[in-house]
């Protein structure tokens, strides 16, 4: 939740801290603001996006400078809240991604001081502890600040003098980017693709100082060699190259998710599955955690694994799961996690290694604080996902579990291989559910009329009927609810009516038959289905009023055709609605907060 930029070199700051934020608003958009060293601070900052901000921006010269996007915390959005936020004597200005727990009490102290306060924010405390602190040696003052700090942060620090920024990280992340005779930090990777490819990776209580020609970080009290990364993804994944949204480039992405996916993890020439390493080891019982679509991944993995390891296997909602404490001994633990930053996720994770659980990650972002935390971290490979509303990412997390569950499988060679042999199809599969996108245009024009619709599903397709309603109601702002199918006449069917549409996912499988008796009830009250079937069903087509077809797979596999069609459902019927569909009011794609 919130982006932080920062930029030090030979050119001029302002536009590249501008640029670099646009790329981290998925982080948090409801403000933003800039800080450059010229002839003193100049900030200029506001409730508005990054794009609208930068027009109306005073070109200030300097070449260095930081830059923040908020996801509101402490503090409604606003000009005085957003950062980047000041001290006493506009000579120190500062950017935080994190929260300052203990925020109150220091605020008051300091005000005791003789300090001026001017925003609601926590952050503010922060540049007024440096000034407090401060005698000449700025990385020093914020150091001894940050040890009266008690909560997260990844923080930059600009002085007036601009010849340094001092930067430090806690349970928040940041990133250090190398150039030519310039230097960039961020919050994330996307945020500096345009520049280098070259990155460090801060961990927990890092702090160092950036100049316009070195990095010097300080780990546990001591200069730290720090490695250099090379980034592996590219420029072009972060843009929308010709698309008008993040979103619907990144649904078109997926056959090309799952290719590198199987690339990454199978041997194609012995048609086997390349096993993960620690194999031997037993599974006894499986705990999934994890947050929003995420979870629903864990909830089609939960079915996976109990279908292919005949083991017992346990979805929890991470935020759920932290408040309660019954862990089987012998759990192996499973993490997913787009961001990789969940707040909720990562307090799981530690409380599940406390009790000695192996914790394996799933994660599509690099140097992510999850992989500091499990024992063993899987990056799926997805590329840069921008959108808040995730769609490749999710689909390149079910990749991961399907290869987990067939990796561990006890089942006989010849059924692991005719799996594996229909996976490989799948990118062509999807493909089809892309091409044929014009009849899911003309249903979500019609849909889009609607407030309120409700997705069913059965089996493993329960968790898809979620996954669509999430992103429904995510980014076109209907009301649209998920259930298990059997569930509906338990208390939704009061709200059932012609206005009330329902997308039923009613794939081949045992629970065909069911899904068609449900369909029947839900019409017998008066409410518009839309079916996602598979292709050549033609029962389907006698009881549903319209029909997506997708194409055949084994029941294992449904959840990969059938999400992409409520993904492109969700996509045109927000866009028939006239959206901001890649940035959702209030969401955010790393959530760090609990
Ligand atoms: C936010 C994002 C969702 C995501 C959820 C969990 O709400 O907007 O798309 O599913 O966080 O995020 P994670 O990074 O843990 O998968």
């Known amino acids: 939740m919130c982006g932080i930029v920062g930029y030090i070199g030979e050119k001029q700051a302002q536009p590249i801290l501008l640029s670099c934020l646009e790329k981290l608003e998925y982080r948090g958009y409801d403000s933003c603001g800039v800080a450059v060293a010229a002839d003193g601070i100049k900030v200029f900052k506001d409730a508005t996006r990054v794009k609208a ?8 010269g300097g070449t260095s400078g930081i830059g923040h996007t908020r996801w509101a915390t402490h503090g409604a959005p606003s000009q005085v809240n957003a950062h980047p936020h000041l001290d006493c004597s506009g000579k120190i200005a500062v950017v935080h991604n994190g929260v300052v727990r203990n925020y109150q009490k220091l605020k008051e102290q300091l005000i005791s001081e003789g300090h001026n306060f001017v925003s609601d924010t926590d952050t503010e405390v922060i540049p007024h502890l440096i000034e407090k602190h401060y005698s000449g040696n700025l990385e020093e003052a914020t150091e001894i600040a940050l040890n009266e700090i008690e909560g997260s942060y990844a923080i930059i620090v ?15 992340p940041l990133v250090v980017a190398l150039g030519d005779r310039e230097n960039f930090i961020a919050s994330d990777v996307p945020a500096i693709l345009d520049y280098t490819d070259r990155v460090i990776y ?9 100049s316009q020609n070195g990095v010097r970080i300080k780990r546990n009290g001591i200069e730290a060699r720090c490695e250099e990364h090379k980034v592996l993804w590219s420029m072009e994944d972060a843009q929308k190259s ?30 086997s599955v390349d096993l993960l390493e620690m194999k031997e080891r037993a599974l006894e019982s499986m705990l999934l955690v994890s947050c929003g679509t995420s979870y629903y991944a864990s909830l089609i993995g939960k079915f996976i694994f109990e279908e292919l390891l005949n083991i017992s296997a346990r979805a929890e909602i991470a935020s759920e799961f932290n408040y309660h404490n019954h862990i089987l001994p012998g759990t192996t633990a499973i993490a997913i996690t787009q961001s990789g ?16 659980c192996r914790v394996i990650a799933i994660t599509n972002v690099v140097g992510s604080s999850v992989s500091r935390i499990a024992n063993q971290t899987i990056y799926t490979r997805a590329g840069p996902e921008i959108s808040v509303a995730a769609t490749k990412s ?47 245009i003309d249903y979500a024009k019609s849909l889009a009329k609607y407030e309120n619709a409700f997705f069913i599903g059965r089996g493993i397709n329960m968790a898809v009927a979620l996954e669509g309603a999430l992103k429904l109601k995510e980014i076109s702002y209907l009301h649209a609810e998920g259930f298990a199918a059997g569930e509906i006449k338990h208390g939704p069917f009061a709200l059932l009516g012609s206005n009330t549409p329902v997308i039923a996912i009613a794939s081949q499988d045992n629970t065909y038959e069911a899904m068609l008796t449900s369909i029947k009830e839900i ?23 319209s029909v997506i077809s997708v194409p055949k797979v084994d029941t294992l596999f449904s959840p990969v055709v059938n999400i992409v069609a409520l993904q492109l459902l969700a996509y045109y019927t927000a866009r028939e609605r006239g959206c901001s569909i890649d940035f959702p009011r209030n969401l955010a794609k790393s959530v760090t907060v609990e």
């Open 242 to 271: 010709g698309y008008e949204h993040f979103m619907i480039k990144e649904i078109h992405e997926q056959p090309g998710v799952i290719r590198n996916t199987l690339g990454e993890f199978t041997r194609d020439s012995e048609g």
């Open 53 to 60: 901000l930068g027009k109306s921006l005073p070109k200030f």
């Open 394 to 440: 999710f689909m390149a997390q079910l990749m991961v579990l399907y290869w987990l569950a067939m990796s561990y499988s006890k089942a006989e060679t010849r059924k692991l291989a005719s799996l594996l042999m229909e996976m490989r199809q799948l990118p062509s599969k999807v493909q089809q559910v892309l091409d044929d996108e014009a009849k899911i």
């Open 158 to 172: 600009l002085a007036a003098a601009g010849n340094e920024l001092v930067i430090a990280r806690k349970d928040s």
């Open 202 to 210: 801060l961990e927990d209580g890092d702090i160092g100082v950036v």
């Open 341 to 356: 930053e969940t707040a909720d996720t990562l307090k799981a994770m530690k409380k599940l290694k406390e009790t000695g």
């Open 523 to 545: 019409k017998a009250r008066g409410a518009p289905v839309i079916a996602v079937a598979e292709e050549g069903d033609e029962d389907i087509v006698e009881v549903a009023d």
